[in-house]
T-cell receptor, first 113, second 109 residues
Framework: DAGVIQSPRHEVTEMGQEVTLRCKPI?????LFWYRQTMMRGLELLIY????????DSGMPEDRFSAKMPNASFSTLKIQPSEPRDSAVYFC???????????FGPGTRLTVT | KQEVTQIPAALSVPEGENLVLNCSFT??????LQWFRQDPGKGLTSLLL?????REQTSGRLNASLDKSSGRSTLYIAASQPGDSATYLC????????FGSGTRLLVRP
């Protein structure tokens, strides 16, 4: 298996623009997680899906952030409008079930100017 | 609220040394504990997963232990090599991972 796939790997955008990050989990995995990593706050969970259903979105910072999982093989994280403080590395991870080992994608490095 | 602490924050050792990285957590109600490695500018690589019912796991030169009652885990690296240089993160799980801030390891040739 190719592992968790994320795109784009790097994104540079201007404040106010819409940003969409994409994730393809490992085939057969039922749980998908979006994390954000910053120097100040480290790694934090944004949202978690189980069987395509959002279970916990308490980490989503504000209404500008939204996530979807239309099917078992694809998820998006959207930021609209983007702000400079959203600059971070965004990781997607998947696991067989929600308490199993999590496998991380390579991340998307987002820079908002 | 679960908090995860890793000590030390940074460690520099000569090649060949055995070393121990520490991780502590405040809430013992966890499903499992996972150790990761992160190279600069890269993603996270899972090293070891210890289920809450287990005491330790081993993979090659790595051995991780878990003491739920005291809220502690250690990652032991035997015969360290320069290629082991990276940031090591521990994370505890109750479906979602709560991460420590990591230990930045440098193994000097």
């Amino acid at each position: 298996d190719a592992g968790v796939i994320q795109s784009p790997r790097h994104e540079v955008t201007e404040m106010g623009q819409e940003v969409t990050l994409r994730c393809k989990p490992i085939s057969g995995h039922n749980s998908l997680f979006w994390y954000r990593q910053t120097m100040m706050r480290g790694l934090e969970l944004l949202i978690y899906f189980n069987n395509n259903v959002p279970i916990d979105d308490s980490g989503m910072p504000e209404d500008r952030f939204s996530a979807k999982m239309p099917n078992a093989s694809f998820s998006t994280l959207k930021i609209q409008p983007s702000e400079p403080r959203d600059s971070a590395v965004y990781f997607c991870a998947s696991s067989l079930q929600d308490d199993y080992e999590q496998y991380f994608g390579p991340g998307t490095r987002l820079t908002v100017t | 609220k679960q908090e995860v602490t890793q000590i030390p924050a940074a460690l520099s050792v000569p090649e060949g040394e055995n070393l121990v990285l520490n991780c502590s957590f405040t809430d013992s109600a966890i499903y499992n504990l996972q150790w990761f490695r992160q190279d600069p500018g890269k993603g996270l690589t899972s090293l070891l997963l210890i289920q809450s019912s287990q005491r330790e796991q081993t993979s090659g030169r790595l051995n991780a232990s878990l003491d739920k009652s005291s809220g502690r885990s250690t990652l032991y690296i035997a015969a360290s090599q320069p290629g082991d240089s990276a940031t090591y993160l521990c994370a505890v799980s109750r479906y979602k991972l709560i991460f420590g801030s990591g230990t930045r390891l440098l193994v000097r040739p």
